[in-house]
């Protein structure tokens, strides 16, 4: 069960009254799971460090937040990326906030189409769509390569999220293993060998690439048996929020 409000954080006139009926509805056991916060930037620039200041508000209820419907609405492109980058970086980077949605991203589905990613029947990225893809492609996506050798320890900061570690031995794939990394300091154990007499301890090579998520800081270790041993213990830092330890 998840409540979900208007102007909460890009007009924020009812955060107050929405923590209020959050903390009431938790009270008498109402089994919440989440808040979801509108973001609808129509006819203003937003604000990151009141969009900030509200959600810290907001997560006093102790809750999960959502953005249930994110969009803004800018005839110009450039302004339209700008604002979209703005407030995608103040959510991901708030400790509090697991997910976004946005209020449709289509020109030709959406309600203003001054708010759209993709236009027309081609379903063209625009220059507000190719600001997102590069956002969770590019700056919030992690990429490593190591070479491993019996002993040898390696540290990377990557994101929260799925990931795939391709193991390589002479430039050919040997292994695909999924894995993925989120709060807390688990320890993941991911065995590279196939079949033992392929990829004796020495002589793998390990890339890791990132589907989505947050910042964690990951730890990684080529022992002699050939296996790779990944461990995060920090998360959530962007150009907008410090650090903060998961």
């Known amino acids: ?145 190591y070479s491993l050798s019996s002993g040898t320890n390696f540290t990377f900061r990557g994101y929260k999220g799925d990931y795939e570690a391709t193991v390589r031995k002479n430039g050919v794939v040997h292994k695909v293993i999924p894995f993925s990394l989120t709060h807390g300091s688990d320890t993941i154990h991911l065995d590279i060998d196939s079949q033992p007499d392929i990829a004796p301890p020495g002589v793998s090579s390990s890339s890791v690439k990132d589907v989505n998520g947050d910042y964690v800081m990951g730890t990684s270790t080529s022992m002699a048996s050939s296996t790779l041993s990944c461990s995060n213990n920090y998360g959530h830092q962007t150009a907008v929020a410090d650090e903060a330890e998961a």
Request: without cysteine.
């Open 1 to 145: 069960l998840m409540l979900n409000d208007f102007s909460v954080v890009a007009r924020p006139e009812i955060a107050d009254a929405y923590v209020q009926q959050a903390e009431r509805f938790l009270q008498h056991g109402g089994p919440l799971q989440g808040l979801g916060l509108q973001g609808h930037w129509h006819d203003h620039k937003p604000d990151p460090a009141l969009i900030m200041t509200y959600l810290d508000l907001v997560s006093e209820a102790g809750l999960p937040l959502w953005i249930t419907e994110l969009d803004v609405w800018q005839t110009d492109l450039a302004l339209r990326a700008d604002y979209y980058e703005t407030v995608l970086r103040v959510l991901f980077s708030h400790p509090n906030v697991d997910g976004v949605v946005f209020w449709g991203f289509w020109d030709q589905h959406v309600v203003d189409k001054r708010s759209s990613l993709v236009d027309g029947s081609q379903l063209t990225i625009n220059e507000a769509g190719q600001r997102f893809i590069h956002l969770i492609k590019e700056e919030w996506s992690t990429h490593v390569n």
